[in-house]
């Protein structure tokens, strides 16, 4: 077994130059019929796109015995980097040379269970089990890759083989078995452009029936599908024909209306010729006489020459259609899994080839519509010429609907099985038609992705748009527990149960953020803001928030945010208790250790609070006697601090100026002027995709933005006069 799964385009293991690590991936299976234990509707396996769940035959527990030596060691290190994908094959390696068979299947039931998508390691298994005799193990390996991969052809076609390697083919169900497999796999995956392998095998097999019919019906159906071997499927067709009697390999329908249509076409011919020699023919000799139920060699030929011109024409229109995507198929080097990032050549061939086959959806829509509009505006043509003129167009259109779109999805999502944006652009397009399958595919999404928090979020806000709030929940809370410590995450998970109406739940939630974050000083304040808010906006108790605030200053004196709330808290409340509240937050900031202009602006406010609501004019005077020594102690080093500042916005903004031109105000050099802080920047709410909000600034980071209240203070000083 190679060291590292890097499987090759005919599925089998090449070793690759770099390894990067993977995520637990799930595809959509195949409906399993009971009767033959294969997919009876691939189509509406990826439309539905429910998941399936890996459960191989397990091992006896007494049939495992003692496990080879370095296994444990091996499983434990494989276990403890889930997503260190050489720590896995190296456990598959090692189980395969010790030859132990129970610990080659443990290690590839939890392998596969993990990267589901290395169709190599399932044919792998499957092999494993048929050498041990297990042909119904083997035969359900091969059913549960085909639930994770739908779209491998290379792991249909060896089931296929396992099936005509191991049935009974004198039993007459054997047959009916390997055809429904054959339905199966041509329908699942037999619109991939690199199918012709399992067509030719299709064909080939209902050749070896002896049921003619049946090889042209095959040969029908893949003579319009845009694949890369596109010409030998039509070569196959004609050797057909010229080998065979047409009655025998046509369908009677269509045998019976090329035959009329020859006859009408032969007896015109004669009556022309006999025309041009100026005798009618005799009635009844229109045509030479031949033996009742028979055809003259003439008629034969007209017969074959009708069916390839029918053909000809589907070939046509499709050898037009392979050429359209062959330089797009030309970029992709790698249709199949692997933990190794693409290159970005691939990447945005992937992205083309999508662009194009949606606006050839949308164009072929368009001119739908038209001819529709145009047979109703047609009251010259006769319903029967117009019914024909509709078949001649079915038989020559290649396949271009929304089932193709979806496959070609699918198809990219197998290679770019680890990228955001792909799985995005799937659910963009599901969004319009159908919202189970656009659920499916978050699932299918968030298992590829497990540790991608944008991906979760977006889940997360679909499942409670669409109403589902405990999935949400779920969802959130799952995120929360794999990416601990990620901001955003509980913000979002107290938002919810706070929409729900469960303000208990949300108060929790940011209570144990709180607790959790002491060792961190900002986070700590930040959580500690959020709960303050909630107990004073939504639970109405300001003694419990005025608490939050407070023990949050005990651990981080310096953060201005938290004066600046606690103030605004106290400023809010009841006059009658916020005066000396007030005096305190202003009294308390100023002995902090915070920045010059942070206690000029908590000066201010408290100045500007005492103006408006004092009683006394002395009260309101000695605040301002205050203010104005703060502002003769600080306003010098606050403005060496500003203009340092503002040396940094103009590099900042000649390097990246704004479109409109506009520039930011210029801060006040007047020491009496009022003092502002300008607001945050706003942010970009369509930035985060999904809609919900801006937390790009917390995300992630060590400092989290300016989440204290914007400073709209812009105050008169000069209403005073100086003292």
Request: with cysteine; net charge negative.
């Amino acid at each position: 077994m190679a060291t590292e799964c890097e499987t090759s385009g005919n599925g089998e293991l090449v070793e690759p130059s770099a390894m990067e690590t993977a995520n637990v991936p799930t595809l959509p299976p195949p409906g399993m019929s009971d009767e033959n234990g294969c997919a009876h509707s691939a189509t509406e396996a990826f439309a539905q796109g429910d998941t399936a769940s890996f459960s191989p035959p397990q091992a006896k527990e007494d049939e495992e015995g003692d496990l080879p030596a370095d296994f444990e060691r091996l499983w434990n290190a494989a276990h403890d980097n889930a997503h260190d994908f050489t720590s896995w094959t190296d456990l598959l390696q090692y189980c395969e040379q010790e030859g132990h068979s129970v610990a080659s299947q443990r290690a590839l039931m939890a392998f596969l269970g993990r990267y589901p998508l290395c169709y190599g390691y399932w044919k792998k298994f499957a092999d494993m089990e048929r050498r041990a005799g297990n042909n119904d193990k083997a035969a359900e390996v091969c059913i549960q890759g085909l639930q994770s991969i739908p779209l491998s052809v290379d792991l249909w076609i060896h089931y296929i083989n396992l099936l005509l390697g191991t049935l009974d083919m004198n039993l007459p169900e054997s047959p009916t078995r390997i055809r429904s497999v054959f339905e199966d796999a041509v329908v699942a995956s037999g619109l991939d452009f690199h199918s012709d392998r399992l067509w030719d095998l299709y064909v080939e097999w209902e050749k070896e029936q002896g049921n003619l019919r049946n090889v042209t019906a095959v040969l029908d159906r893949v003579l319009k599908l845009p694949t890369q071997n596109y010409s030998t499927h039509y070569d196959k067709f004609k050797a057909l024909l010229s080998g065979n009697e047409p009655k025998e390999m046509l369908s009677l329908e269509e045998y019976e209306e090329v035959r009329a249509l020859c006859r009408e076409t032969q007896k015109a011919e004669r009556a022309d010729q006999a025309k041009e020699k100026g005798k009618e023919m005799p009635p009844g000799e229109e045509e030479p006489a031949t033996p009742e139920g028979t055809d003259s060699v003439e008629l034969m030929q007209r017969i074959r020459d009708q069916v390839l011109s029918r053909r000809e024409k589907i070939y046509q229109e499709n050898e037009n259609e392979v050429r359209k995507r062959w330089n797009f198929e030309d970029t992709i080097k790698r249709p199949y899994f692997h933990v190794k990032p693409l290159d970005q050549i691939q990447l945005r061939g992937w992205h083309a080839y999508l662009d194009w086959e949606l606006a050839e959806l949308n164009k072929d829509a368009d001119n739908k519509d038209s001819e529709t509009d145009a047979d109703a505006k047609d009251d010259t043509e006769s319903p029967e010429a117009t019914a024909q003129t509709r078949r001649g167009m079915e038989e020559c259109e290649v396949a271009r609907d929304d089932h193709r779109v979806r496959f070609l999805f699918e198809r990219c999502l197998i290679a770019c099985a680890l990228y955001e944006e792909f799985w995005t652009r799937y659910i963009q397009y599901l969004e319009t038609r159908s919202v189970d399958q656009v659920r499916v595919v978050y699932k299918r999404a968030c298992l590829h992705l497990p540790s991608n928090p944008n991906l979760h979020m977006r889940r997360a806000t679909f499942e409670e748009r669409h109403g589902d709030l405990a999935e949400a929940r779920r969802v959130l809370e799952a995120l929360d527990k794999n990416r601990p410590g990620l901001v955003v995450v509980r913000v979002r998970r107290a938002a919810l149960e706070r929409r729900a109406g469960q303000l208990e739940r949300s108060e929790a939630l940011l209570q144990e953020a709180v607790s959790q974050s002491k060792e961190k000083p900002t986070l700590h304040a930040f959580f500690s803001i959020k709960l303050a808010r909630l107990l004073l906006k939504l639970g109405g108790n300001p003694g419990r928030a005025r608490s939050v605030l407070q023990e949050a200053l005990e651990i981080s004196p310096s953060n201005d945010k938290l004066h600046l709330n606690l103030l605004e808290l106290e400023v809010s409340s009841e006059l009658c208790s916020s005066a000396e509240a007030v005096q305190e937050c202003v009294t308390r900031a100023l002995a902090a250790p915070l920045a010059p202009h942070a206690k000029i602006l908590l000066s201010q406010r408290g100045l500007q609070f005492v103006e408006e609501y004092s009683n006394s004019i002395q009260s309101v005077l000695s605040f301002y006697e205050d203010h104005q020594k703060l502002l003769k102690e600080l306003g010098g080093i606050k403005r060496e601090a500003e203009n340092k500042d503002e040396g940094r916005e103009k590099v900042a903004k000649s390097e990246d100026a704004p479109a409109d031109g506009a520039s930011a105000e210029a801060p006040p050099t007047d020491p009496q002027a009022p003092v502002t802080v300008p607001p945050p920047p706003t942010m970009d709410m369509s930035a985060q995709s999904g809609g919900y909000g801006g937390y790009s600034n917390w995300y992630q980071q060590p400092q989290y933005g300016n989440y204290g209240y914007q400073n709209t203070w812009n105050y008169n000083q000069g209403y005073y006069p100086p003292s």
